[in-house]
């Protein structure tokens, strides 16, 4: 079985950065694409952004784009966050995905996720 584990949450004031990591453990697998979504208290999931393996290409959320950075490597897949805003708070949930087919386009409507971890919360004061 497949475990994501999502570590780097914590508090920051807003203009500041985090940077979230999420390493896989268990029986060895080769996610085609991972990305990352938050939900916000009260809200629902919302997808932030996603990368996938072959090629490394990124898509992200319009909220997101040019504050937040994708990246990975072998160890594991990175969420490097700056300029934050308080409207950033949220629990942080790593998915995966390993089904070819799912691009980060198709994970942007939080569609053919396999494996998801259990989230890391990043709290962004004013």
């Known amino acids: 079985q497949v475990q994501l584990v999502e570590s780097g949450g914590g508090v920051v004031q807003a203009g500041g950065s985090l940077k979230l990591s999420c390493a896989a453990s268990?029986?060895?697998?080769?996610?085609?694409?991972r990305g990352w979504v938050r939900q916000a208290p009260g809200k629902e999931r919302e997808f932030v952004g996603a990368?996938?393996?072959?090629?490394?290409s990124t898509y992200y959320a319009d909220s997101v784009k040019g504050r937040f950075t994708i990246s990975r490597d072998n160890a594991a897949m990175y969420l490097q966050m700056n300029s934050l805003k308080p409207e950033d708070t949220a629990v942080y949930y790593c998915?995966?995905?390993?089904?070819?087919?799912?691009?980060?386009?198709?994970?942007?409507?939080?569609?053919?996720?396999?494996?998801w971890g259990k989230g890391t919360l990043v709290t962004v004061s004013a």
């Open positions: 998915a995966a995905s390993n089904s070819v087919w799912t691009t980060p386009q198709t994970m942007a409507k939080l569609n053919g996720v396999d494996y």
């Open positions: 268990g029986r060895t697998f080769r996610a085609y694409t």
């Open positions: 990368i996938r393996r072959s090629g490394g």
